[in-house]
């Protein structure tokens, strides 16, 4: 694609790929690079004879550049953690069970913790050899350093789901895997159903006395702050509305609205995925005045998650982010694969996790009269048939998607409901911003349009447990009764007009559609909001009682408002002042409605 503007108009243009949270003081308490961490280490050096460093890392930090920033302070004895780590062979057979031969899908284990993928009698030996050191400067690095030396002074190299992807994407294999030709899925996995939520969880353990945290996106010359300062900048930005850092990713079906709305790099010919309002995908900058700080999203679930959640969608979900937002772009595209997601009693049943991927499409835009959904079982089809079919077209190639599924036109603010257990899938022309639950990769696809994936591998096919999770009543009539244009008014007066869109009584979120000309005070009701400027330039987001700085967010931008919040307003903005916008804005019901 040359760099000549399409004549169609698909965006507005002032999309903010990098959103920044600013946080009051501590600016003396951030900084970039090694040298000033070095200066502080220094200093301490002199009030004792002994100083033990821990470098912590999350799985995935490239731990030999860490040392080699970190070698000119000049320590006397080094230790790197991982060297107590077990082999990769006894490592692969220690996760089998629990990662299965599937290329897509194992299986979540809670308990698991760090300290079991480490010999007991190496690291025990370690930890005497530490505490028998004499005076001195004392390094301890790796992801478990902690596990072998509290340390007198704790520093974690955090790393961003982001970074840890792309490095998978660019040969970068899995913790002490020796994988790095393995397939990306595979290795998306074994961080996905192991190494990430292990991670999470000693990391949530150490946070209380972390004294320095390092952003591990740039391991060459890094930001960071003091542990006060993360602490304190984590709980600030969990009491206001906030944006995320958002990212793109092609993929074969993807489609050219996100590059021209957003203003993508032109080097990929087509994105697909646009992960923005994701916490466990997308990260955080920290803006301390001194120093940008770029941080897992995550990072705030775990340190604020009743702040930020509020105390039902906490208790329960735990520290987990409930609802995810993300776009999905087939406009000058392809179909999306025809696929199904888990019911609730499966996806506990095969894999472990308490809540399914019920979703919903809303459309935020459509390009040509051929948009549409595909959606539900076409009246009098049976399982044997559409199995029959299913299976003779990933031998023969062909399946006639439209003879066994509904298809549905589109158009711009439609909002398409999709409890868990139906057919469905978005067709080519459409501009998607899905908002569902947030278990996301069970997706079972049944059928792919016979193409290969961007690896030049046929894409991963679960007929098997799609078929087992199909609701075959779920058909036309059904689906066209219960899964399209459900918009019920819920308050109207001038300026105002607030519609419920969604979602199905089946599922936990609830979606309001808010039409604005003026100013709109809404109110949080103690929990966790999170909203897209679907129509409009600009709105600002703002605090009636000035309980927190305003959010200026732009068209198509996901953003969140945390439960502590409280009362909010949202306002025409910038180049839509005068003017009106649309927000639309998803919470999960209480308890007594879910």
Known sequence: MD?????????????????????????????????????????????????????ECYPGSRV??????????????????????????????????????????????????????????????????IAGLGPGSILVYGTGAALAAA????????????????????????????????????????????????????????IPRIDYVISGVNEECPSMCSGAA??????????????MVPYFAPEVWGGQWMKEAFGLERSCEKYAWGFDGVPEENSIILDFGSADVELPAMDMVLMEPEALLGEDVYSRFGAEFPIRFDLLDTIDGQNLSLQVHPTREYIKKEFGLAYTQDESYYILDTHGEESCVYLGIKPGVSREEMEFALREAQ?????????????FPVKK??????????????????????????????????????????????????IDRALDNIRWERNEDWSRANLLHRDVTVAQEPGYLEERTGLHELEFIETRRISISGR?????????????????????????????????????????????????????????AGGSIIVIKANVRPAAEA
């Open 395 to 407: 031998d023969k190639g062909g399946f006639d998607a439209e003879r066994y599924v509904n298809c």
């Open 151 to 206: 340390g007198d002074v704790l520093l974690y190299f955090d790393l961003t789901r982001r970074e840890i992807e792309n490095r998978y994407a660019a040969g970068t294999g899995n913790f002490h895997g020796d994988n790095g030709n393995d397939s990306y899925l595979e290795k998306f996995k074994r961080g996905y159903f192991a190494e990430w939520r292990m991670a999470d969880r000693w990391k949530k353990e150490l």
């Open 64 to 129: 030999e550049t860490i040392l080699e920033g970190l070698s000119r302070y000049g320590f006397s004895k080094v230790f790197n953690v991982e060297e107590c780590v077990k082999q990769s062979g006894v490592l692969a057979e220690q996760l089998r069970d629990q990662l299965t031969d599937d290329r897509v899908f194992g299986h979540m284990k809670p308990d698991q913790e760090l300290e079991e993928f480490f010999d007991v009698a190496k690291l025990a030996a370690l930890r005497r050899e």
């Open 520 to 576: 709109c005070v809404q109110s949080t009701c103690g929990t966790v909001q999170v909203l897209n400027l679907v129509e409009g330039e600009e709105a600002l987001v703002e605090s009636p009682q000035g309980e927190f700085p305003p959010l200026e967010v732009h068209y198509a931008e996901t953003f969140i408002i945390p439960a502590q919040a409280g009362e909010f307003s949202i306002r025409p903005y910038g180049a839509s």
């Open 3 to 55: 760099d000549v503007p399409d004549e169609r108009v698909w965006g507005h243009g002032n999309y903010r790929r990098f959103p920044r949270i600013a946080i009051e003081g501590f600016q003396d308490q951030a900084w970039v690079g090694y040298e000033p961490l070095a200066k502080r280490l220094k200093s301490m050096e002199h009030s004792r004879d002994r100083l033990v460093v821990t470098a």
């Open 230 to 243: 993360f602490r304190e900048g984590i709980r600030q930005a969990a009491a206001r509305p906030f944006r």
């Open 413 to 462: 603010h439609d909002h398409v409901l999709i409890p868990a257990g139906t057919v469905h899938c978005s067709g080519a022309g459409t501009m998607v911003l899905e908002i569902s639950a947030t278990p996301y990769i069970f997706t079972f696809k049944m059928w792919d349009w016979g193409r290969l994936g961007l690896d030049g591998r046929p894409r991963p096919i679960h």
